[in-house]
Nanobody, 124 residues
Framework: VQLQASGGGLVPAGGSLRLSCAVS????????MGWFRQAPGNERELIAA????????YHADSVKGRFTISRDNAKNTLYLQMNSLKPEDTAVYYC??????????????????WGQGTLVTVSS
């Protein structure tokens, strides 16, 4: 199973980016997935998670109202739409998938597969 994250880059504060995570080797149908980020000197944190049926996705308080997680099962791809970006959103962003957990995976121990990370830099 491979997860390929893309879409990161340099953006001014207040700007937007959309991250994509293309999955190969396994269908994402019936699989909970999530986005994590890790800023320099910080631990990796879960910022968004989505279950198999897209109902009630989880967004961390730090991104709620600005970021939106979504999925396209037909394309086997996970997305993270990021709006109103702030300098404190600067981090490496990782997508991750569970091994068949169909709910919203807020427990980080559920994640079995990881992408390589994509860097998002927000300038002030």
């Amino acid at each position: 199973v491979q997860l390929q994250a893309s879409g990161g880059g340099l953006v001014p504060a207040g700007g937007s980016l959309r991250l994509s995570c293309a999955v190969s080797g396994r269908t994402i149908i019936n699989t909970g997935m999530g986005w994590f980020r890790q800023a320099p000197g910080n631990e990796r944190e879960l910022i968004a998670a989505i279950g198999w049926n897209d109902d009630n996705p989880y967004h961390a308080d730090s991104v709620k109202g600005r970021f939106t997680i979504s999925r396209d099962n037909a394309k086997n791809t996970l997305y993270l739409q990021m709006n109103s970006l702030k300098p404190e959103d600067t981090a490496v962003y990782y997508c991750a998938a569970t091994r068949g957990y169909i709910g919203v995976p807020v427990n980080t121990k559920l994640y079995a597969y990881w992408g390589q990370g994509t860097l998002v830099t927000v300038s002030s």
